[in-house]
């Protein structure tokens, strides 16, 4: 029972710490925009939830987005790239949305993100990754831009971490705006 009693205090001011953490340190996101990408994020937060019964426990990204282009978006996915208070690298994932998105639309969406020291989370860089239209066709990004971006806050980031497959991705829900919630 002491044992029991110690874990949930050792808890409790985990959670106080990261909550003072975020108040002296306030999270930082970063949004890289590539010319010719069909969609537009409009707007990024990010930061850590504990979590309890009804949020998950993670790196909550929340994002606003808009269809730029004259084609119908069936699919796209997002890379999330986060860094600790050190600047040190924490994860990567892809956040995905499968509904259909016409001209000048936007959505919102949520992915949460599980990574290892998670509570550490402040600075957040997020970029469209790849887009299905309706007719079949794809997009791709660029990761010059987004490994510009990242080298500003690490000079010596591994490109490789940025070209890894996305095969550990699990679905983690449906996120606000239909958008599908990934994490790794």
């Known amino acids: 029972m002491l044992l029991k009693a110690a874990a949930l205090k050792a808890v409790a001011l985990s959670a106080i710490a990261a909550t003072a953490l975020a108040a002296v340190l306030p999270e930082r996101t970063v949004i890289v925009t590539q010319p010719g990408s069909p969609i537009q994020i409009t707007k990024y937060q ?7 019964r009804f949020v998950a426990r993670g790196i909550a990204h929340m994002v606003s987005y808009t269809n730029t282009s004259p084609k119908k978006v069936v699919a796209f996915r997002v890379g999330i790239v986060s860094f600790n208070v050190f600047d040190e690298f924490l994860g990567r994932m892809g ?23 998670g509570s550490s989370f402040h600075t957040g860089i997020m970029y469209v990754d790849k ?37 550990r991705e699990v679905p983690g829900g449906e996120a606000a705006g239909g958008a599908a919630a990934a994490g790794d």
């Open 46 to 52: 990010a930061h850590y939830n504990e979590g309890n």
């Open 95 to 117: 956040g995905y949305a499968t509904e259909d998105l016409v001209p000048n639309k936007g959505a919102p969406g949520t992915w949460t993100q599980n990574v290892y020291a």
């Open 131 to 167: 887009v299905r239209f309706e007719d079949g066709t794809m997009w791709v990004s660029d990761k010059a831009p987004v490994l510009e971006a990242i080298r500003q806050l690490q000079k010596d980031f591994d490109s490789k971490l940025l070209e890894e497959r996305l095969n």
